[in-house]
């Protein structure tokens, strides 16, 4: 699929660093369904999938933006 070839994952320190939320927060959004939620890359390690991070932040801006 042409679309996976800029697939491009997020481990959780570029996550942080992104949205400048703590872990504790993402997985608190997660678990309300307000954050995108991560894949399983492992046994013991996820990603986010950058594109979707980038979503999220741009909804976030366009919603600060609203008057």
Do not use: C, Q
Request: no cysteine.
């Amino acid at each position: 699929m042409d679309d996976n070839k800029n697939l491009r994952i997020l481990r959780l320190p570029e996550v942080l660093a992104r949205t400048g939320l703590s872990r504790s927060t993402i997985y608190e959004l997660i678990t309300k369904g307000l954050f995108p939620h991560p894949i399983g890359l492992g046994t013991r390690s996820v990603g986010w999938i950058e594109a979707e991070i980038n979503e999220w932040l741009a909804a976030r801006v366009a919603m600060s933006r609203i008057k």
